[in-house]
């Protein structure tokens, strides 16, 4: 079918929506590298045309998803993109009452916590590398938000993850992934409140409004408001959400999108803990090289104080026109702004006693780095255009792309304060508003263009991708030294799917990718230091399908090498060291095993080394903060001799992982379980009254949730949440 013909109906599939939907936004819907559901070239009468897509929904109380919205693969089938994708779809979001990004990401393998707890916001790392927080967290695919307040996910549809080298489409992204946060959009008339109640007082109350103006336009409002309560002592705060999405069919040929959201939380901050020094004469003695850790102090303890607060509010704007410009091209514009805007009191326990016997036993430094008026800004723009034709009996999918990002944060930074404090009887610490900043400003440039093409012959499509970016920075340290860097390279992208049959995908691919080297982290010597950039490089070999109607299965296996940079505990200087090597092998299923059952399940194992390093006592250790095993197991059952009535549970385990890059100790690997009923009261509203109740760390488990960059976190105590929704 010609798609100049096609239904107007071009909106994002939800869960609420049943039967089939037909799309015309073809530059979302043809930008994919390797999907057949996607852009086919089409031979009618000698006329290759770009296909019209029609596509299923995914069915109700299901946890399964059939296609992604992430990068070149976009509205491409999950079993036929050549790389590891997640996709966490809206009802495993509400089954888990999830509230961040890292509770819904923990269903996925291979993610864990870095360096912060999760109290303030999610610093996450997939496969042991850190997720940048200022480029690889997108909004629609597109607009890299600033992850440095919790991202909000009342108005998200779903949370996607593409694991390994993103760079094609993404440019300067580390190999750890492309977090992809999707929007609600306007395709239906919606009316829904829900609130939440917790055992340790948090309340929260959220909106979720759609219209259909008009047959074309369309609106899309989700708000928020809430107390922030953890269960950790002099704890509190508040987070507010307001986000629109817009949605207007200019024409037969030409649409807009537009999407704003403004989010602000003011919370206190809790301390991390920092490793003692090996040799320390405040711990007792390890063996020659390694260090003892503390003990794992009581969750609710707050090491801080309840006046040191982490304030930080984030805008992001992201507009889109699609343009058919023929039966066989399309047309995308989009550009955007993401704003965030932090105060922050971050503190670390620093310079325990732990000799037994000592007068000062217990007793440390807390160490209070301050910022004030500290401002991130990320302007992004796209053009792309994307076409179907073909050469003898081959099919190609074009897609000819530009990208530009400019990037900028004022590195505003107060001076360090300290104060004494006790680990086991902690007090509450305050101190004086500071008056005194400096400033070390980063400014970034990165430009790109990119092709990439699918030929497609029979059950074999060939891949072909290349990119060329150029690459721009200048920083300024504290002190007024001035640093540059600038990069110009060619990375390929090449790859190959076989599929035997309809419902499976064998693939391999090659990708390289370019990577900032990272930024020092405030508390380390040479704090806010940019190092320069480099190249990363991924192989991956895999196996995709449909086991089930609606049961995805993935198996992959892969090898990722990249830069190396470490917090060197001897100076405490950030450095970059050599280079490392990730592999592994991560597989899932996920979907509705029966009509009853949904299951969402996966694993991960990693063995990550250090290949190249000086100094040369490096090599072979592991990076820190990565465990070799990861795994997750959420299931929900629906009976049906209790309609309305669902119950489920889960188990998410994360294994041990290296303190710091010595491999001087190892903090041990945890399970943590969770559970979840709730039951649909009909013929109130609409769409009923659900009551549901979940808890989180179900047995209350202590354990260290995160390391690195020579800090330890302590995971949340246990949390039971009582949720309400009514659809009207």
């Known amino acids: 079918m010609n798609i100049a013909n096609a239904n107007k109906s071009h909106y994002l599939m939800s869960h609420s929506l049943g039967g089939c939907m037909k799309y015309k936004d073809l530059a979302v819907s043809f930008a994919a590298l390797a999907i057949p559901m996607a852009a086919q070239a089409q031979q009618q009468g000698g006329d290759v045309a770009l296909e019209e897509i029609i596509v299923t929904a995914d069915r109700p109380e299901s946890f399964g998803a059939d296609l992604v919205q992430v990068g070149t693969f976009r509205n491409a089938r999950i079993i036929d993109v050549p790389l590891t994708v997640n996709v966490v779809p809206q009802e495993l979001i509400r089954s888990q009452a999830v509230a961040g990004i890292y509770d819904a990401l923990r269903?996925?393998?291979?993610?864990?916590?870095?360096?912060?707890?999760?109290?303030?916001?999610?610093?996450?790392?997939?496969?042991g590398i850190l997720?940048?927080?200022?480029?690889?967290?997108?909004?629609?695919?597109?607009?890299?938000?600033?992850?440095?307040?919790?991202?909000?996910?009342?108005?998200?549809?779903?949370?996607?993850?593409?694991?390994?080298?993103?760079?094609?489409?993404?440019?300067?992204?580390?190999?750890?992934?492309i977090i992809n946060l999707v929007t609600k959009?306007?395709?239906?008339?919606?009316?829904?409140?829900?609130?939440?109640?917790?055992?340790?007082?948090?309340?929260?109350?959220?909106?979720?409004?759609?219209?259909?103006?008009?047959?074309?336009?369309?609106?899309?409002?989700?708000?928020?408001?809430?107390?922030?309560?953890?269960?950790?002592?002099?704890?509190?705060?508040?987070?507010?959400?307001?986000?629109?999405?817009?949605?207007?069919?200019?024409?037969?040929?030409?649409?807009?999108?537009?999407?704003?959201?403004?989010?602000?939380?003011?919370?206190?901050?809790?301390?991390?803990?920092?490793?003692?020094?090996?040799g320390s004469p405040l711990v007792p003695p390890a063996m020659s090289g390694a260090i003892n850790l503390p003990p794992l102090p009581d969750p609710r303890l707050n090491l801080g104080g309840h006046d040191l607060?982490?304030?930080?509010?984030?805008?992001?704007?992201l507009g889109r026109v699609d343009v058919r410009l023929s039966p066989q091209f399309a047309l995308t514009v989009e550009g955007g702004q993401a704003i965030t805007e932090r105060d922050r009191d971050f503190s670390q326990f620093e310079s325990l006693d732990l000799r037994p016997g000592s007068p000062g036993f217990g007793n440390g430094t807390l160490r209070i780095f301050r910022t004030r008026d500290q401002r991130y800004r990320n302007?992004?723009?796209?053009?792309?255009?994307?076409?179907?034709?073909?050469?003898?009996?081959?099919?190609?999918?074009?897609?000819?792309?530009?990208?530009?990002?400019?990037?900028?944060?004022?590195?505003?930074?107060?001076?360090?304060?300290?104060?004494?404090?006790?680990?086991?009887?902690?007090?509450?610490?305050?101190?004086?508003?500071?008056?005194?900043?400096?400033?070390?400003?980063?400014?970034?440039?990165?430009?790109?263009?990119?092709?990439?093409?699918?030929?497609?012959?029979?059950?074999?499509?060939?891949?072909?991708g290349l990119r060329y970016s150029e690459y721009r920075s200048r920083s300024t340290a504290a002190n007024g030294s001035v640093t540059r860097f600038s990069l110009k390279r060619w990375t390929p992208s090449v790859g190959a799917i076989v599929k035997p049959s309809e419902r499976t995908s064998l693939y391999a691919t090659y990708l390289e990718g370019l990577e900032e080297g990272g930024t020092a982290p405030i508390n380390n010597a040479n704090g806010g230091e940019v190092l320069p950039p480099a190249v990363s490089k991924q192989y991956e070999l895999g196996v995709k399908g449909e086991a089930l109607a609606g049961v995805i299965f993935q198996l992959a296996g892969f090898e990722i090498s990249r830069p190396f940079a470490f917090t060197d505990p001897v100076d405490n200087m950030f450095k970059l060291a050599g280079r490392s090597r990730y592999r592994g092998i991560e597989a899932s299923v996920t979907g509705e095993i029966l009509r009853t059952l949904s299951v969402y399940a996966s694993g991960q194992y990693l063995d990550a080394e250090v290949r190249r390093a000086a100094p040369a006592t490096l090599i072979g250790r592991e990076p820190e903060n990565t465990p070799k095993w990861t795994g997750s197991l959420y299931a929900e059952y629906r009976p049906t001799v209790l309609e309305g009535f669902a119950i489920g549970g889960g188990a998410f385990y994360v294994g041990r992982r290296a303190v710091n890059a010595l491999n001087q100790a190892f903090v041990d690997g945890y399970t943590t379980f969770s559970a979840s009923a709730r039951y649909t009261i009909r013929g109130i509203g609409a769409e009923g009254l659900t009551l549901q109740l979940n808890a989180d760390n179900l047995t209350d488990k202590r354990y260290w949730s995160t390391a690195g960059n020579n800090l330890l976190g302590?995971?949340?105590?246990?949390?039971?949440?009582?949720?309400?929704r009514i659809g009207l």
């Open 107 to 127: 269903n996925t393998a291979g993610v864990s916590r870095s360096q912060l707890n999760g109290s303030t916001y999610d610093n996450i790392a997939v496969r």
């Open 714 to 724: 302590v995971g949340l105590p246990r949390q039971i949440k009582l949720t309400t």
């Open 309 to 317: 607060r982490y304030d930080a509010w984030a805008t992001n704007v």
């Open 379 to 464: 302007r992004n723009a796209r053009t792309e255009l994307v076409g179907a034709f073909a050469t003898g009996p081959v099919a190609h999918n074009l897609i000819v792309g530009a990208t530009s990002n400019w990037r900028f944060q004022n590195g505003r930074n107060a001076t360090q304060v300290t104060a004494v404090q006790n680990y086991f009887t902690p007090r509450d610490v305050q101190v004086a508003e500071p008056g005194a900043f400096t400033l070390a400003p980063l400014n970034v440039r990165d430009r790109g263009v990119y092709v990439v093409d699918r030929a497609k012959l029979g059950p074999i499509e060939l891949l072909g």
């Open 185 to 278: 959009r306007a395709t239906r008339d919606v009316t829904q409140f829900t609130s939440s109640l917790t055992d340790h007082g948090a309340v929260a109350a959220t909106a979720d409004i759609s219209r259909r103006i008009t047959d074309n336009f369309g609106l899309r409002f989700n708000g928020a408001a809430g107390i922030v309560q953890t269960g950790v002592d002099r704890v509190d705060g508040d987070r507010y959400v307001a986000a629109l999405a817009a949605d207007w069919d200019v024409s037969e040929a030409v649409s807009v999108k537009l999407d704003l959201e403004h989010v602000a939380k003011d919370v206190t901050e809790t301390a991390a803990i920092q490793l003692p020094a090996a």
């Open 131 to 177: 997720v940048e927080n200022r480029t690889s967290y997108r909004l629609n695919g597109s607009l890299p938000t600033i992850n440095l307040v919790d991202l909000p996910l009342e108005n998200k549809e779903r949370v996607e993850v593409l694991k390994g080298v993103g760079a094609l489409y993404y440019g300067f992204a580390p190999p750890s992934g």
